[in-house]
C-alpha cells in the first residue's frame, strides 16, 4: 500500500472519529485524547502533514454522516476486496473505541454507528 492511501485512510479515521465523538453533543477530553494517540501511533505508516490542524479542522466543521459514508465509500473504491475488508474493519473498530472512550454510549452513536455499518459494510 502506498503512502498516499495510508495518509488517506488516517485522514477518513481522523474524521470518522471527530463525527462519532461529537455525535452525543459531547467532545469529551477522553474521547480527543483517544483519538489524538490512535491516530499518533497510525502516523508513524504514513505522511498525514500536520494532523492537529487536520483535527481541529474537523473539529470545527458540522460533519454529517452521509459525509462519512460517502467519503468512506469513496476512499475503498480504489482498493482490492481483501484491503476494502481489512480497511473497513478497522474504521470500524476504531469508532467502536471512540464510542466507548467517555463511558458513554448515546442513542444517537448508536444509532449513527448502525447507520454507518448498513451503508459501508
Known amino acids: 500500500m502506498d503512502t498516499q492511501k495510508v495518509a488517506n485512510v488516517i ?3 481522523a474524521k ?8 452525543d453533543g459531547s467532545y469529551d477530553v477522553k474521547e480527543q485524547q483517544f483519538i489524538e494517540k490512535f491516530l499518533g501511533k497510525l502516523s508513524k505508516y504514513g505522511e498525514v502533514g500536520d494532523l ?9 466543521a458540522n ?6 459514508v460517502a467519503d468512506t465509500n469513496n476512499l475503498v ?3 482490492n476486496k481483501v484491503e476494502k475488508a481489512a480497511i473497513l474493519a478497522s474504521i470500524a473498530g476504531f469508532i467502536e473505541r471512540v464510542i466507548k472512550a467517555d463511558g458513554v ?3 444517537v452513536e448508536k444509532e449513527n454507528y448502525k447507520a ?3 451503508a459501508v459494510l
Open 116 to 118: 454507518w455499518k448498513e
Open 105 to 107: 454510549k448515546s442513542e
Open 77 to 79: 473504491d480504489g482498493f
Open 52 to 60: 492537529k490542524d487536520k483535527l481541529e479542522g474537523y473539529l470545527k
Open 63 to 68: 460533519l454529517t454522516l452521509e459525509e462519512i
Open 16 to 23: 470518522t472519529g471527530l463525527f462519532f465523538a461529537k455525535a
Open 11 to 13: 485522514d477518513l479515521m
